[in-house]
């Protein structure tokens, strides 16, 4: 089956394919909902295609809904993207819906009826570039969010609830200096400076949703202790003192 919302494009690919002798096509549709009502009724006289040539950007129903829906509900049908687009979102988002090959619209004949082989054969075929790209995504170093182990997502959670590190310790059964290890691990692999900043991020991220983040406690009027004349004298003297703050040992 050949899905793609340009009557030209499909005409083409469905001249040359029908030209060769290993290959028919079974039917044509406009878009993604256009080939799952197709789908359905050749599923009812088991007469579904071995294989859906699917192009992204559709109006109704594009081609990354279009081919999780179809591998869900006929999971013997194999789909080879053929799109203008090879942006990485786009690939990824297309082969997590389950596409077994990515061609962009450049590609020759040949190169597509390879691709149709080999998701027939239950193989993958990628367009040389997108394999390149795919390539040096998992040969480069790890970083951002894809830098944090498990616990470390876990406690960034923590820590975008307003959880102190004591409170993480608590909820993840671990010792305090440990909860302190991990949340200055995830600092310094996010490369950030403070949990307000790695709340965001969880925020930004999709970890918690918005609004999550708490606001600093405002001190309650009337709560701050008095200072005796003694106590002031010796702080105000040193206020402009960069040795003057006192170290909690605390991190951050």
């Not at 999550?212 to 309650?220: G, I």
Request: charged share 25%.
């Amino acid at each position: 089956m050949i899905v793609d919302d340009h009557a030209v494009v499909r005409r083409g690919v469905r001249a040359y394919l029908e030209a060769r002798d290993d290959m028919a096509v079974a039917a044509e549709a406009a878009d993604g909902q256009d080939a799952l009502d197709q789908l359905a009724k050749m599923a009812v006289h088991e007469s579904l295609p071995d294989v859906v040539l699917l192009d992204l950007v559709m109006p109704r129903m594009d081609g990354v809904a279009a081919v999780s829906l179809i591998t869900s509900r006929h999971p013997a049908v194999r789909v080879v993207i053929l799109t203008s687009f090879g942006e990485m979102e786009r690939v990824h988002a297309a082969l997590a819906g389950g596409a077994v090959g990515y061609l962009l619209k450049d590609a020759g004949p040949a190169e597509v009826a390879t691709a149709i082989h080999a998701a027939a054969r239950d193989g993958t075929y990628l367009d040389p570039a997108i394999a390149r790209r795919l390539t040096r995504e998992i040969s480069a170093p790890r970083s951002g969010l894809n830098a944090l182990t498990e616990r470390e997502r876990a406690v960034l959670v923590l820590v975008a609830h307003g959880r102190s590190n004591q409170e993480i310790a608590d909820e993840l059964v671990i010792s305090e200096r440990t909860a302190r290890t991990h949340v200055s691990h995830v600092l310094r692999k996010l490369q950030l400076t403070s949990r307000t900043q790695a709340a965001l991020v969880a925020v930004r991220e999709g970890l918690v949703p918005p609004g999550t983040v708490p606001r600093p406690r405002a001190s309650a009027p009337g709560n701050k202790r008095q200072l005796s004349e003694r106590e002031r004298a010796p702080r105000a003297r040193s206020d402009n003192c960069p040795w003057s703050a006192s170290a909690s040992g605390r991190s951050p």
